[in-house]
């Protein structure tokens, strides 16, 4: 029997390096809008006062209003994105 060398091996099960599917860059294109959401939204932050509605009630404060900081603001966002996505 003839004794295979490791290379050998590799090649035929595995392929060399330039027989591979590589991608080329322009296949990569698909992935700008969701790095531009990965990017952006962390980063957006803005107070954001809304009417919770429970005013009404007597064990709720009297103004009624609560702030918010992260989750309107990146939810608009986040629509917006998927829109253009669409």
Request: proline share 3%.
């Amino acid at each position: 029997m003839r004794k295979q060398s490791f290379e050998n091996i590799r090649e035929r099960y595995m392929g060399t390096a330039s027989q591979k599917n590589r991608k080329k860059p322009e296949d990569y294109i698909t992935l700008i809008p969701l790095i531009a959401v990965i990017a952006v939204v962390p980063l957006v932050f803005r107070l954001y006062r809304y009417d919770t509605g429970l005013s009404g009630y007597d064990h709720f404060a009297a103004d009624g209003t609560a702030d918010d900081f992260a989750l309107h603001g990146k939810m608009v966002l986040f629509t917006i994105h998927s829109y253009v996505m669409a």
